[in-house]
Structure formats: structure tokens, C-alpha cells
């Protein structure tokens, strides 16, 4: 890590410290998840320490006061660092990392007490380690049993994740360029793949287009896994075989996005196979489409996640009656979410480190007021499954979403994703070009 990239976590602790006052703060790391035998899946850091610290290393914990990190780390091994890879250490997490202080994991247990013993107040998430957990609470118990000579025990826990999540909700202009770094990689990805959308073609080739370009520009690989959907699989709504083949007709979902420097882009597109949008689909299409026009509009400062959403219902519930899927009027369709069987999920989400990344839609019970810097997606779809008795026969099986990344400005909203075409007669001229 250079000394600009330590400046940038240095005044992200900073403002995160100022909220500890006396108090001390946990964070675990991720911990490596054993795939099959003998071999790990990819490690990736737990997002609230990375956001912190930078460090993307497995099996740490960072110690948190206002104005000091701590950090406990894997030490330089030589033997396990030959099969498994470089480690910062120790020194490394005090010299490029910027802890001012950092000792091994494996000295955990023996340090708690003595960290703790200086802190009113606790900020630690119950629930999150469990081994983290045994070692506060047997932390806590020795400095209780020490108590009548004058040791004490922080008096009040706080969730340190409120803190963090808080900020990360709002972003700062330097993760804003990783995450328009992100959207261009996931441009050219989505270009690779609609022009592999022939009939014929096997879902896992435009999935493999996909993770190409990902890695070929730099990205960690997809943020989650890819969605790419032929016909009927586009109704399931987290598909990820991938193993259908293309047919003639048919439209064919694609959500997908890099991670760039820890960041999600989360964009879907649906694309004609073979190029032209025809028949039942184009109308489905054309349906949604306008739906998202809708709920983009509503997308500005004080609106909220759910304004949004009711903005798409409300579209798609019209849709659905003028496309004679379902009857009866709106007030009604509305009143019995009679919509939710061609239309399930939310509209939005925020984005960030994690693609349904932290912050809750509300803020005690009201929602959630979007505000300048928040990302989130907009992303309305419809969803007819194959054996969807009450839908008329020409609908069944197709499945549409569209699906942008949103960044909050002071007087509305700028497309993230703004790149990758979505209005009928684009989506059909780019997969041509
Ligand atoms: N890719 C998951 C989602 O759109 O929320
Ligand atoms: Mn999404
Ligand atoms: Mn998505």
C-alpha cells in the first residue's frame, strides 16, 4: 500500500474513531472457507475491516481506539508462506498497512484483557465470530474477577457496525472511481457477452465472455456469481447454472458484474437472441423498460428505496393489466399485491464493497431518505414461469430485468451504468455493431 492509499484509511479510522470517545472497537477479519479437502475457496475480506484498514489478508483482527489501530495478524511464515502465498506480517502491518501497533493472531487471547481493561464502552457485534465472542467474554470474566483490585470492565457494549455502515453508505470520491472503473470493465463484459447471444450458443459461453473481460482488466472476478438465462430460466430469479442453450426468440437475462478494488457494479441487461426483440418478449420488454424509466425518475435526494420501489409496482401493475396478464383494476392489484406473482423482488438495493451492500432501507421505522453520494441499484423485471396457470400462453416462460447502478447527486441522480444500452433499438444496434 502506498503512503496516499495509508492517508486515505488513516482519515476514514479518524472519523470512525471520533465516534468510539474512550471506548475500544473489535473488527474480525474473514477467515479462509474450506471448499473441498484440502483447498480453500478464494479469500476475500470481511468488507467493514477492508473499508478500514485496507488489509485483505485472512485471519485478522483489528483492535480500534480514536486514534490508534491495532492490529493482529498471521506472522511471516516461510514454510506456509511458500504454499500459500505472501503475508505482510507483523512489520508489514505496522510499515505499509499503518497499524501503530500489530502482533500475531495466535497473542489474541493474551492481549484482550489488558486492551479491554482500558475502555469504558465495548464496541464489538455479538454474534458475528463465535470464536471472537468466547475470547471477549473470557476476557471480560478475568477482569470482573479482578475487580475488587480496582481492574474494570468496559460498562456498555455498542455495535461498531452501525458506525462503519453509516459511512460506507455515503461514498467517498475515492471509491466512487474504483466504482466507475467498475461499470466500464462490466460495459465491455456485457458487450462481449450480447454479442455471443446466438441461437445455439450454451449460457456458460457468455458467461465465460464475461469472466474474461472481469479478469482481463484488472477486476477480481464477477461480484457475485453471473446470471445468464435463456427463455424460461430468466423466471428463476438467482439462476446460475448456466448450462441452457439459446434458442431462436427467446431473450436471454444477463446480471452481471466485476469487482474492482472491492467493489460490486450489479448490472443486468436482457438481451434478443439472435439480435431483434420480437413477439411477446418485446412487449414484456418494452413494459419494463418503462417501469425503470419510472422509478429512475424518483431517484433524488429525500425519495427512499421504497418510493422507488412503489413507483415500479405501480408501473408494472399497469403493465400487466394492459398486456391482459392480469385482470381487475389497479387499486386492487396494488391493495392485494396481486402483482407479486409476476413481480417478487424489491426495486433497489445499495451498492458498494458488498453488491447488496450495508444500510438498512430504514432508519428506526421510517425509510431510509436517499442522500448525495448513496449508490444503489434500480432494478425492475417481470417474470412469467412456464407453468404460471393464470397467465395467458404467449407470456409464459419469459423472464425481464433491467438493472442499473444509481449514484445519488444533489439535485437527482447520475447513471452509473449509463453505457450499457437499454432502449430496444440500442440494445439491437450494439449487439450488431
Ligand atoms: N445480482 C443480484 C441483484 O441484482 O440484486
Ligand atoms: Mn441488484
Ligand atoms: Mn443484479
Redesign the pocket.
Known amino acids: 500500500m502506498d503512503e496516499a492509499a495509508r492517508q486515505i484509511y488513516a482519515a476514514r479510522r479518524r472519523r470512525f474513531g471520533a465516534q468510539l470517545g474512550e471506548g475500544i472497537a473489535l473488527l474480525p477479519g474473514a477467515k479462509l472457507v474450506r471448499r473441498v479437502n484440502d483447498v480453500d475457496h478464494v479469500f476475500r475480506q470481511q468488507s467493514d475491516l477492508l473499508y478500514l484498514t485496507g488489509f485483505a489478508h485472512p485471519d485478522a483482527v483489528a483492535v480500534l481506539f480514536a486514534e490508534k489501530l491495532v492490529l493482529f495478524v498471521q506472522p511471516r511464515d516461510r514454510d506456509a508462506e511458500t504454499w500459500t502465498g505472501r503475508r505482510p506480517g507483523i512489520e508489514g502491518a505496522v510499515a505499509e498497512y499503518g497499524a501503530d501497533e500489530a502482533y500475531g493472531i495466535a497473542e489474541l487471547p493474551a492481549r484482550l484483557g489488558p486492551l479491554l481493561e482500558s475502555a469504558p464502552s465495548l464496541f464489538h457485534r455479538l454474534g458475528e465470530d463465535d470464536a471472537l465472542d468466547r475470547l471477549v467474554i473470557d476476557a471480560l470474566r478475568g477482569i470482573r474477577r479482578r475487580e475488587r483490585l480496582g481492574a474494570r470492565a468496559p460498562r456498555t457494549l455498542c455495535d461498531p457496525y452501525e458506525i462503519v455502515h453509516d459511512m460506507r453508505l455515503i461514498k467517498l470520491p475515492e471509491e466512487l472511481a474504483a466504482m466507475r472503473r467498475a461499470q466500464v470493465i462490466t460495459r465491455d463484459a456485457h458487450l462481449a457477452a450480447a454479442r455471443s447471444a446466438h441461437p445455439g450458443a450454451f449460457e456458460y459461453e457468455l458467461e465465460a465472455e464475461l469472466a474474461h473481460v472481469f479478469r482481463r482488466f484488472g477486476g477480481a472476478g464477477p461480484a ?1 456469481p453471473s ?1 445468464v438465462a435463456t427463455g424460461q430460466n430468466a423466471t428463476i430469479l ?1 439462476y446460475t447454472e448456466n448450462t441452457s442453450e439459446l434458442c431462436d426468440g427467446e431473450v436471454v437475462l444477463i ?3 466485476v469487482e474492482y478494488e472491492g467493489y460490486a457494479a ?1 448490472v ?1 441487461r436482457t438481451y434478443p437472441v439472435g439480435g431483434t426483440f420480437r413477439g411477446a418478449a418485446r412487449d414484456v420488454y418494452a413494459s419494463v423498460l418503462a417501469a425503470q424509466h419510472a422509478a429512475l425518475a424518483a431517484v433524488r435526494p429525500g425519495s427512499s428505496l421504497d418510493e422507488v420501489h412503489d413507483v415500479a409496482v405501480r408501473s408494472l401493475s399497469a403493465a400487466l393489466v394492459e398486456l391482459g396478464i392480469l385482470a381487475g383494476g389497479l387499486d386492487e392489484i396494488l391493495g392485494e399485491s396481486l402483482y407479486r406473482r409476476y413481480y417478487m ?1 424489491r426495486t433497489g ?1 445499495f451498492l458498494g464493497l458488498d ?2 451492500d450495508v444500510g438498512s432501507r430504514f432508519v428506526g421505522k421510517e425509510p431510509r431518505a436517499l442522500l448525495p453520494g448513496m449508490v444503489i ?1 434500480v ?1 425492475p423485471g417481470l417474470y412469467m414461469r412456464s407453468d404460471e396457470e393464470g397467465c395467458p400462453e404467449a407470456f409464459r416462460g419469459i423472464g425481464v ?1 433491467i ?1 442499473d447502478d444509481v449514484l445519488v447527486t444533489e439535485d437527482g441522480c447520475e447513471l452509473l451504468s449509463h453505457e450499457v444500452p437499454k432502449e430496444l433499438s440500442d440494445v439491437e444496434a450494439w449487439m450488431r455493431a
Open positions: 457475485y446470471i438467482h446480471d452481471a458484474g450489479d443486468t423482488h438495493h453488491v447488496h441499484t432494478e430485468r438493472e
